[in-house]
């Protein structure tokens, strides 16, 4: 046996995993959402239809993917400052700064978007102080808005932004910079012409991070949503759970996956592009 | 395109990083358009002292001077220091073009000045016919032209050259040194260059600065330098020194391994010295009276020359080269022989 063949054998328990525990179920997801009636007796692509064909499950398909924008675009504005702040920040200051970093990553999505109820509550954190500064005189709704939505999967999302953006911020080589400043370039046409190009391989491997986590989100979605929004993964909740309809929600989920691939697919191609600038 | 040179004057330039001190004192005096090296090895301060002209770096303490006005409040650009960095930092997502123009572009230059500028820089080393290429599809050698005319572009009074050549290999090395020297002697444009390698320094630099733990050693023309070495670290960091330690005695050195007739005069002085000597120095002798007592060790043929590791009788080991013409005669290992110094030879003395 050459040691080729022997290598290939190393990647047999994850192929094995994968194969069990993803393509498996994904292909009894795939099947299941090929039956035109409930009780799973006609196959047929009744489901499909009737998804592409309702303006409300239009509806429901187009918020998802627009929450999920939003949500990124937020993680975006806040977490490439914040990466930037990172990366020239003092070292003794650049350890808590990480800490605070991946400090949400050590706790779970749930306990994070509780803690979103919290403080946007109509008794929370957000609506005390603006009564008690007499600001407002009855608690505002802040809890089950979108924007509460996309404020809190911004947050809860915001490591996977953070730290491909410091990796790729960290890559570039810090005689550029000087070069640009020696050039006669201000620090903001070397952020614009150097330093934001060549971060962008970063800055794309984050947003499609964050971008997929944040329409697939189901626990955030829908606790600071409160069911007042409906969006693809609590629509499929609702129907494979209360509705008892498991190839309409396997639909939906079909739906949604070959929605979000498609982005990251896309993605993938402007990033491999930049990259290719980048590395050489 | 006549850049005229500027004088560059370095003032008690000091410079700490925390407690240690990277800079210490330095002082220099850059004639208009000369090729200064600055030369030691790593850690000597020398690659910061760049920085600090460059601008890139504040210095603790000292000023510098670009053709006479002092520069320490400007940024780089607006003290007239054009530097190119050691791995050349040419912008990798931007075409030559674009990378030789960036300066132009940041000072706001209009388009039609700026291509032309671009153009006439892309012809002065060289690369024209590469506008449209990515630093990435370039050869070192490429690169650094690149480097050069994207440094020249923006006019600078003053070029800083960070380690020019470390990065190329020896061929190309020796192409490139004359292309520098050729654009700087066009340009006549006043020049700094870093460099850890003493044949580059002694090859392509008007006057050498030889700086040690953050200290200038010396700061005099290439010759100077090697004949005459102001201090021990001189004499052993450029070229090859062997170095006899006893002491003076009516111009002839007392040692150890016997009495060395200096071939040239020496001002006399009290208590222990160390003599440095070139191995070209050295000369076998016939004179009893003159040369100290030794046995061959090695010899190492090289082309023209011979090397002879030689040992003398207290064991201190010096090297001699002698040439290897027609009528030399040459020894073998084994052989004893009297080594001595060449009539008029300098020889540079220190106290240990």
Known sequence: MTSRTREWQLVLPLALFFALFVFAPLAL???????????????????????????FNMAVLGQTLWLGLL?????????????????????????????VIVLPLLTSAVVRTFAWVVILGRQGIVNTALTALGLVDTPVRLLYTPWA???????????????????????????????????????????????????????????????AGSVSAFVTQTLVGGGQLMLMPQYMYQQAIQANNYPFAAAVAMILLVAVLAIVVMVNLVTRRTQSLVHG | MTTRGVALALDAITHRFGHTVAVDSVSLRVEPGEIVALLGPSGCGKTTLLRIVAGLLRQSGGHVAVGGGIVDELPPNERGAGIVFQ?????????????????????????????????????????DGYASRLPRQLSGGQQQRVALARTLAVSPRVLLLDEPFGALDKNLRLDMQIEVKRLQRELDITTIMVTHDQEEALSLADRVAVMNHGRVEQFARPDEIYDRPASLFVATFVGT??????????????????????GSAVTPAAGAVVVAVRPEHFRFVD????????????????????????????GTTVKVTTS???????????DT????LAAGAPVAVFAE
């Open chain 2, 241 to 262: 020194a062997s170095l006899l330690r006893g002491k003076l005695v009516d111009g002839a050195l007392e040692c150890a391994a016997g009495r060395l007739a200096l």
């Open chain 2, 287 to 314: 004179d009893l009276h003159a040369g100290l007592d030794a046995t061959i060790e090695l010899v190492l043929p090289l082309g023209p020359l011979v090397i002879y590791d030689v040992v003398l009788r207290d």
């Open chain 1, 71 to 99: 949500a990124t675009v937020v993680a975006l504005v806040v977490g490439y400052p914040l990466a930037y702040i990172y990366m020239v920040a003092p070292a003794a200051l650049q350890r808590v700064l990480m800490l």
């Open chain 1, 29 to 55: 997801l795939g099947a299941v959402s090929f039956y035109n009636d409930p009780t799973m007796t006609t196959p047929g692509v009744a489901q499909y239809v009737k998804f592409v064909t309702d303006r």
């Open chain 1, 149 to 211: 939505v996309v404020v809190a999967l911004a947050q809860i999302q915001l490591p996977l932004m953070v730290l491909p953006v410091i990796t790729a911020l960290g890559n570039i080589d810090p005689n550029l910079r000087h070069a640009s400043h020696a050039l006669g370039a201000g620090r903001w046409r070397t952020f614009v012409e150097v330093t934001l190009p060549l971060s962008a391989p970063g800055l794309l491997a984050g947003c499609l991070l964050v971008y």
């Open chain 2, 87 to 127: 791995n050349y930092a040419l912008f990798p997502h931007m075409t030559v073009e674009r990378n030789v123009g960036y300066g132009l572009r940041a000072r706001g230059e209009p388009r039609a000045e700026m291509a032309k500028t671009v153009a006439r820089m892309l012809g002065l080393v060289r690369m």
């Open chain 2, 337 to 340: 022989v009297r080594v001595g």
């Open chain 2, 324 to 334: 290897r013409g027609a009528g030399v005669t040459s020894h073998a290992p084994g």
